[in-house]
């Protein structure tokens, strides 16, 4: 009976070594373009300027990893952490990064055009001066994170969480924020022509010089609790309130 019992227990480990075997081999295998990492824990990588055209990284651990200048166009790495992790000036044209998480994520002049980042958490990243155009972020997590100069024209931003972005100096034209939280992030002297901001939360948004005259969506009730100035432009029916300009308040 015992020995009965040892055999079927050895039976199920050897099972399940050859089951398992495949998926832990692949993690082995160099890097390279359309290579399969899923579920790999590849975490403190250094592939700069390496061709990871294609590559699947779905459900991996990238934390504090290094694919600056790589060519990662296509990419997999959804459901991903890459938290810490350098992407600056990266070639992420369509890559997938829906739900993954990105703490302090550095993305910093990367062509991220068509990229999908639906749902991710990225919280405190950089994309300063990334090549955004049509990326797709709603509902995504994107609080204190920095999009100075970075092109987001025609990008899905709804239902997205956005206090305190940076967005100075960014293009935004046609972007959709509608039903976002864009509290206290940073919108002065921009040009949002065909923005859309309905149902957007604008509670001390910064606005001062912004022209808004073209956006779609706006209401009294959210220019109220926003932060304009004389220079703000306004779409027709909409004016400034008195408590204009105002301080943005400390947490």
Known sequence: MEDRFRVKIAGALITA??????????CQDGPGPGIDWSGCSKARLMLT????????????????SDFASSKMAGANLSETEVSRTRFEGADLTKADFTKALGWRANFGQANLTGA???????????????????ANFSKAELNRSDFSGADLSGANISKAELARVLFQSA???GVDFSYS????????GLDLQGVNLTGSYLYLTQIG???????TGLTQAQVDIACGTAQTKLPAGLNPPKAWPCKEEED
């Open 17 to 26: 070594v050859v089951c398992a075997g495949p998926a832990w081999a692949k």
């Open 49 to 64: 300027n390496e061709d990871l055209t294609g590559t699947i990284f779905q459900r991996s651990l990238l934390t504090l």
């Open 116 to 134: 999908v980042f639906s749902a991710a958490d990225m919280n405190r990243s950089n994309f300063a001066q990334a090549k955004a155009a049509g």
């Open 171 to 173: 293009k935004i034209t």
């Open 181 to 188: 939280n864009l509290s206290r992030a940073r919108l002065d």
């Open 209 to 215: 010089g912004a022209n808004l005259s073209g956006v």
